[in-house]
């Protein structure tokens, strides 16, 4: 049974920074593309970034050169270092794993998923 379990978020003024951390577990985690989306109030779930088995990145243009997913296979984590945080970055944000290791950057892309963290920007 996968699990997986975000940590780091909080409160935070504009311009600041956060790192969050997605702890996997029940699944081999080197072998899985990992991903962070999140959900703001009244919005759909979006995805921000993902980072397939081997390493390569990807990012969504909203995030892009402000936010670094990495990982470390050694601890089953993930990680999403947030820097130049934004008013419009609030949401929480949820890490999903995906162990057919395809190319879709939705939702549906994604089999598993965390509880979720939340990420509060003041402006």
């Known amino acids: 049974q996968v699990q997986l379990v975000e940590s780091g978020g909080g409160v935070v003024q504009a311009g600041g920074s956060l790192r969050l951390s997605c702890a996997a577990s029940g699944l081999q985690f080197s072998r899985y593309r990992m991903g962070w989306f999140r959900q703001a109030p009244g919005k759909e779930r979006e995805w921000v970034a993902a980072i397939r088995s081997r390493g390569s990145t990807y990012y969504a243009n909203a995030v892009k050169g402000r936010f670094t997913i990495s990982r470390d296979n050694a601890k089953n984590t993930v990680y999403l270092q947030m820097n130049s945080l934004k008013p419009e970055d609030t949401a929480i944000y949820y890490c999903?794993?995906?162990?057919?290791?395809?190319?879709?950057?939705?939702?549906?892309?994604?089999?598993?998923w965390g509880q979720g963290t939340q990420v509060t920007v003041s402006s």
């Open positions: 999903a794993a995906d162990g057919r290791l395809r190319w879709g950057l939705t939702t549906t892309d994604f089999d598993d």
